[in-house]
């Protein structure tokens, strides 16, 4: 799929399971940071997601589903790479599954209150300003 038309699946709640990889994700966002700008990038994937989710029977849990922390994390970093001048391959490639460690400790970032809502990092901050925390 290309990078508009994840963007659309994931606003609309018709993105594939099997496109819902975290490549996927990123480049999603990507587009979103492009068409919207930060701030309405992530107010669209914050609402975006869960829906998604529901939409494929995934709960969104103290254990599963939606993570506030993440996609704030996740959406933070796109944006810096759209900001550097990214596309939407080299962004996702950029933006690895691995980003928040050596930020939180594995029990702060795996808590429910870090699916909830945004929680600060216990090790450090990343590299990049933070949208929407």
Do not use: K
């Not at 609309?12 to 990889?21: D, M, N």
């Not at 930020?103 to 590299?127: G, K, S």
């Amino acid at each position: 799929m290309t990078p508009d038309e994840l963007a659309d699946g994931l606003l609309a709640g018709t993105l594939p399971q099997s496109e819902w990889t975290h490549a996927g994700h990123v480049r999603a966002t990507r587009t979103l940071v492009c068409r919207l700008g930060p701030d309405e990038a992530l107010v669209a994937v914050r609402a975006a997601i869960p829906r998604r989710n529901e939409a494929h029977g995934v709960a969104n849990s103290d254990t599963g589903g939606y993570h506030e922390t993440l996609t704030v994390l996740h959406a933070s970093a796109v944006a810096d790479a759209v900001a550097h001048g990214c596309d939407a391959d080299r962004a996702a490639a950029e933006v690895g599954r691995d980003l928040p460690d050596g930020l939180w400790t594995r029990t702060l970032i795996e808590a429910p209150r870090a699916r909830r809502v945004w929680v600060e990092p216990d090790i450090a901050r990343p590299a990049f300003p933070l949208i929407g925390a």
